[in-house]
């Protein structure tokens, strides 16, 4: 039993720790070290990616009946997917107003004040708050003001509106293709982090997984909407 609480903590503080990676995000911008503060917020979301899958593993839940992981965990992700790269946005001076921030601010605490923001099937409920995604590539791809508004004010909307996105932690539709699709992107991210003036070819194929992943929700949604069951879209194996 002393075994498996440790083991528990262990698990616990790796979530936890995605905090510290969100934390040294803020003070890298502060520094204006803008490719160091978005690859600490790459470690923070294979963090994020990870946990829940070692959680269930060794049923942390069970073993430590009175510490919430999701807890810990929800915490971790105002930071890294709203706080810090909402912040990075406003520091290099992406959008034509500061008050533009309020945009993705107000969408993040609304998705994360939902009782139902991760559903019974497994789904994000609305635009997930990957608003670091959204930033690294305002960031690296320096949109025109109008343009870098109408990228926050899409997925903004899209929180408000009720469809399910996928979960690549825990949903069993695709899984094998959402992790066969994000791992490798998820190299040629910290890949083009390393480079001081990435080509913008890269940034562009890089944009191959953010097209699947929103149409293959959409995708998903509209089939469960129709009534197809959400375990007869891919005949494969649950992940955890």
């Known amino acids: 039993m002393i075994r498996a609480k440790t083991i528990a903590w262990i698990i616990h503080g790796y979530t936890a720790s995605g905090a510290v990676f969100g ?16 690859f600490y917020l790459l470690i923070a979301a294979c963090i994020d990616a990870t ?35 909402i912040f990075i946005i406003a520091w290099v001076g992406l959008l034509p107003h500061i008050l533009w921030i309020a945009v993705p601010t107000l969408a993040g605490m609304y998705a994360y004040g939902q009782v139902d923001m991760k559903t019974d099937d497994h789904y994000f409920l609305g635009f997930p708050s990957y608003w670091n995604i959204v930033a690294v590539y305002l960031w690296w791809l320096d ?16 929180t408000f509106v009720p469809t399910r996105w996928l979960y690549p932690s825990r949903n069993t539709v695709l ?45 998903i949604d509209i089939r469960i909407r129709m009534g197809t069951k959400a375990a007869t879209l891919e005949g494969e194996a649950s992940p955890e």
Do not use: C, H
């Not at 803020?26 to 490719?35: F, Y």
């Not at 699709?181 to 913008?200: A, N, V, Y």
């Open 23 to 38: 934390v040294l995000a803020l003070i890298a911008t502060a520094q204006n070290d803008i490719q160091g503060a978005f």
């Open 51 to 85: 946990d829940g899958l070692l959680a269930r593993r060794f049923k942390v839940s069970e073993v430590l009946p009175n510490f919430s992981g999701a807890y810990v965990d929800n915490a971790v992700d105002v930071l890294t997917f709203i706080f810090a790269p």
């Open 143 to 158: 949109l025109s003001p109008t343009l870098t508004v109408i990228a926050i004010v899409i997925p903004a909307v899209l």
């Open 175 to 219: 899984w094998k293709t959402t992790w066969a699709l994000g791992i490798p992107w998820l190299l040629m991210l910290g890949w083009l982090l390393f480079q001081d003036e990435p080509e913008r070819k890269w940034i562009l194929i890089s944009l191959y997984y953010p097209a699947y992943y929103v149409l293959a929700s959409f995708y």
